[in-house]
Every structure is written in structure tokens, then in C-alpha cells.
């Protein structure tokens, strides 16, 4: 079973920058679909960005322009930039890789948290 873990995460000022890592136990199969979601408290989980193996990325609108996901398959490893941060984008941050079936198959990391404040 595929396992991935998060680091990156920490306190940072609004219009600060954080760049979260996602590394993989094992090769991912090009077929996944790897992604960022993120749960803020009293919140549904939402997808943050996603991108496939061959560079098509999907992102929230929230996050368009200011977020920026990629994915080095050598390394097994997924990024996400995320640039000028707001408060709101305080959250804990997931990992995932999802094949995508007609009944999804998801593998999760632990989360790591950002917070954004002054």
C-alpha cells in the first residue's frame, strides 16, 4: 500500500510563501492522479490542486494564480508553492493519490498544518 508524507507545513505572514513536499514509499503508477486537499476547522476537506503524471494540473478557483503544483516522478515526490498566502488558507494540508476509477481508490498522508497570521 502506497504511503505518502507531508512536510513543509509551519506559520507564516499573510503574502508569505510555504512550499509542502509529498514523497511517496514507492513509485507511483503513471495511471494516479496526485493531489493537494486541505480541511480548515469546522470545514469540509476541499481539493486544493491536482495534477497527472503527464503535467495537467486542476486547481480551486480560491487558489488559481497564487498556487502552483508539480510533480517530479523520478523522485516519487508531489510539491505544491503556495504564494501569497491569506488567512484563509490556514489549514491542515493532505496528500493524496487517487487512481481514478469509477470508484475511486484514495491514499492519504498524515496532513501537515499551515497556518497564515501576523
Not at 12 to 17: A, D, E, L, M, T
Not at 51 to 67: E, H, I, L, M, P
Request: with cysteine.
Amino acid at each position: 500500500q502506497v504511503q505518502l508524507e507531508e512536510s513543509g507545513g509551519g506559520l507564516v505572514q499573510p503574502g508569505g510563501s510555504l512550499r509542502l513536499s509529498c514523497a511517496a514509499s514507492e513509485s507511483i503508477p503513471s495511471i494516479y492522479i496526485m493531489g493537494w486537499y486541505r480541511q480548515a476547522p469546522g470545514k469540509q476537506r476541499e481539493l486544493v490542486a491536482d495534477v497527472t503524471s503527464g503535467g495537467s494540473t486542476n486547481y480551486a478557483d480560491s487558489v488559481k494564480g497564487r498556487f502552483t503544483i508539480s510533480r517530479d516522478n523520478a523522485k516519487n515526490t508531489v510539491y505544491l508553492q503556495m504564494n501569497s498566502l491569506k488567512p484563509e488558507d490556514t489549514a491542515v494540508y493532505y496528500c493524496n493519490a487517487k487512481l481514478p476509477r469509477i470508484i475511486p481508490t484514495h491514499y492519504w498522508g498524515k496532513g501537515t498544518l499551515v497556518t497564515v497570521s501576523s
